[in-house]
């Protein structure tokens, strides 16, 4: 279990701002797009605009990376949202107990249960989010 703390203090305005632009470069180009925010296996986390059923990264895949997708119409407020006490309690809970193994296969993310419950609780925040657009 990684005893070290997130990275972020707090949430990267230029970060933020660059995948507004993005998103906005894609939906101008009738490209449908959405927000996804990675808390990667080191405690770095990362904002990029992407496409809508872009497919997921290996390291996403197989939990080593940890991705929340936000609807494209929060992009606005989305370094306030990220900046919020309980989204950033939750995200250093999810990475506090999360660890990466080898199966035998692939290396894979393994989180222990305090952090498979802050990292639901924060998949259900996304949603939540995302569905009132502010």
């Known amino acids: 279990m990684s005893t070290q703390n997130i990275i972020f203090t707090e949430i990267d305005s230029p970060d933020c701002e660059i995948a507004v632009e993005d998103l906005r470069d894609l939906q101008e180009r009738g490209i449908q797009s959405e927000i996804r925010v990675v808390l990667t296996e080191h405690g770095h986390l990362t904002i990029s605009a992407v496409r809508c059923n872009a497919g997921t990264p290996q390291r996403q895949w197989n939990g080593v990376d940890q991705a929340f997708r936000l609807h494209a119409k929060c992009a606005e407020h989305l370094e306030r949202f990220l900046s919020s006490n309980g989204v950033q309690t939750l995200l250093q809970d999810a990475y506090s107990g999360h660890t990466v193994k080898w199966d035998g296969h692939n290396h894979v993310g ?20 995302g569905m009132r657009g502010k």
């Open 110 to 129: 393994v989180l222990d249960d305090d952090a498979q419950e802050a990292s639901h609780k924060l998949h259900q925040l996304f949603e939540v989010y």
